[in-house]
């Protein structure tokens, strides 16, 4: 089975600075992704990032970045510059390429709070 | 605009009631999810549909049910023989999984049984 580990509970930053978010996951398998979603004070789930594990070039979306260590099962998220509308909660997730239908595996998440 | 709908946003339920929430998409999408989430967890998966009328058990299917009648349409049904139904519910949809394993969610429902 797959596993998600989020070890950072609560990280705060001041408006401007960066800020890197942990993840580890656990598998067996060589086929997989892993995504980034960012779910604010109104609950909507939205992905923010996305990784294909085949591919080496970490992936970026303007001020987010990953840092993807595929052999040492690490997939951290570097927010730039960051902005008040960035406080919310990070869940990093993890699917195993099946060709078919399958589940996203979540951590348990990290709070990020963005302040003046 | 595309997207996915779920209603309601809040609903309140006694104990021993049955409750029908609902997710619609208007994406195209092929495949549909029902997660759930409780204070300091991630989501967990109830169940999946990859295609209309066919679905899969997901890990904490029990005392659940759900439909796939429609390629937009994706309800679940909350029975009372879950033991404890009320979180938060978020409904998903992807487009052929073997194409993109991006998954988009709804605004949710949270689910309050006394």
């Known amino acids: 089975a797959q596993t998600v580990t989020q070890s950072q509970p609560e990280m705060s930053v001041q408006e401007a600075e960066t800020v890197t978010l942990s993840c580890t996951y656990d598998?067996?398998?060589?086929?997989?992704?892993l995504f980034w979603y960012k779910q604010p004070p109104s609950r909507q789930m939205i992905l923010v990032i996305r990784q294909e594990a085949y591919k080496q070039q970490n992936a970026t979306e303007n001020r987010f970045s990953v840092n993807f260590q595929k052999a040492a099962k690490s997939f951290s998220l570097k927010i730039s510059d960051s902005q008040l509308g960035d406080t919310a909660m990070y869940f990093c997730a993890f699917i195993l390429y099946t060709g078919t239908a399958s589940k996203l595996t979540f951590g348990t998440g990290t709070r990020l709070q963005v302040t003046l | 605009d595309g997207g996915i709908t779920q209603s309601p946003k809040y609903l309140f339920r006694k104990e021993g009631q049955n409750v029908t929430l609902s997710c619609e998409q208007n994406?195209?999408?092929?495949?549909m999810y029902w997660y759930r989430q409780d204070p300091g967890q991630g989501l967990r998966l109830i169940y999946y549909s990859q295609i209309v009328n066919d679905f899969q058990k997901g890990d904490i299917a029990e005392g659940y049910s759900v439909s796939r009648e429609k390629k937009e349409s994706f309800p679940l049904t909350v029975t009372s023989a879950q033991k404890n139904p009320t979180a938060f519910y978020l409904c998903?949809?992807?487009?052929?999984?073997?194409?993109?394993?991006?998954?988009?969610f709804g605004p949710g429902t949270r689910l309050t049984v006394t």
């Open positions: 598998t067996s398998e060589n086929n997989y992704y």
């Open positions: 994406l195209n999408h092929d495949a």
């Open positions: 998903a949809s992807s487009i052929d999984p073997g194409r993109s394993y991006e998954q988009y």
